[in-house]
């Protein structure tokens, strides 16, 4: 990802350096190569946010609801996340493949299209893998945090002592 945001930065600045300074620019291809690299970089970076537990998170509300109700949520965000990185996985496959299936290119770069509607599907997969790894972490995590607090281990402790 951090070798993705270089790309865009250094050929977004040679396009606007040699706008100014050519009367042609010979970097006609950067936006589609910006573009190109945003999409993998952002789908990457999706996966990534889930893997570390860094997605957007309703907490406010989670607490705000009983503790017996908590992993609800969390089973439920769990899901309704999957259920989202499902459909884009198959609608990015369904696109990529229309992609190849109809031959079509970025102008600018002459490759396929599909280099940059691969992105999704790949992207989608790899979310939804984190998405699940990391809802299973939450989840157990809860469930630490809940034998930490619950009565039967506070009178354990006080007995034994």
Partial sequence: MVLGMAVMVLFNFLNVVARRLLPQTPFSYTEELVVLVFIWVSMFGISYGYRKNAHTVLTVAADRLPRPVQPLLIVFAALASALLMMIIAWTGYNMTMNQIRHGQILPGMRIP?????????????????????????????????????????????????
């Fill in 113 to 161: 299209m599909a280099l940059a509607g691969g992105a999704l599907p790949v992207g989608a997969v790899m979310t939804l893998v984190s998405v699940l790894h990391g809802g299973f972490l939450e989840l157990r995590s809860w469930m630490g945090d809940l034998g930490d607090h619950s009565p039967l281990s506070s009178n354990q402790e006080g007995g034994a002592a």
